[in-house]
């Protein structure tokens, strides 16, 4: 059974920066892909981040060049570094372990989804 946990939400200012992390155990982590989503209050859980097991990374638009991903096979755990932040990124944000590419773009693998870590963007 695949176990993720998410850590290091919380408030900061607009134009800040948060560190998240995501802990992963039950399956090999090096050989798995893990991605970030977040879920903005009253809107859709969207795909913000994810990375292959090679350490190719894909982002969604609004996050290029602000947000990174990284991964440390030896802890089994993912990060997501958020610089400039905006009030726009304000969400609780999810982490998935062990989804599939289709097209390019990763498909969440289902019930590998932590409880999500809330981040405030104060504008």
């Known amino acids: 059974q695949v176990q993720v946990v998410e850590s290091g939400g919380g408030l900061v200012q607009a134009g800040g920066s948060l560190g998240l992390s995501c802990a992963v155990s039950?399956?090999?982590?090096?050989?798995?892909?893990i991605a970030w989503y977040r879920q903005p209050p009253g809107k859709q859980r969207e795909l913000v981040a994810d990375i292959r097991s090679g350490g190719n990374t894909n982002y969604v638009d609004s996050v290029k060049g602000r947000f990174t991903i990284s991964r440390d096979n030896a802890k089994k755990t993912v990060y997501l570094r958020m610089n400039s932040l905006k009030s726009e990124d304000t969400a609780v944000y999810y982490c998935?372990?062990?989804?599939?590419?289709?097209?390019?773009?990763?498909?969440?693998?289902?019930?590998?989804w932590g409880q999500g870590t809330q981040v405030t963007v104060s504008s």
């Open positions: 998935n372990a062990g989804g599939y590419y289709q097209g390019g773009r990763y498909n969440p693998r289902p019930g590998s």
């Open positions: 039950g399956l090999t982590f090096s050989l798995n892909a």
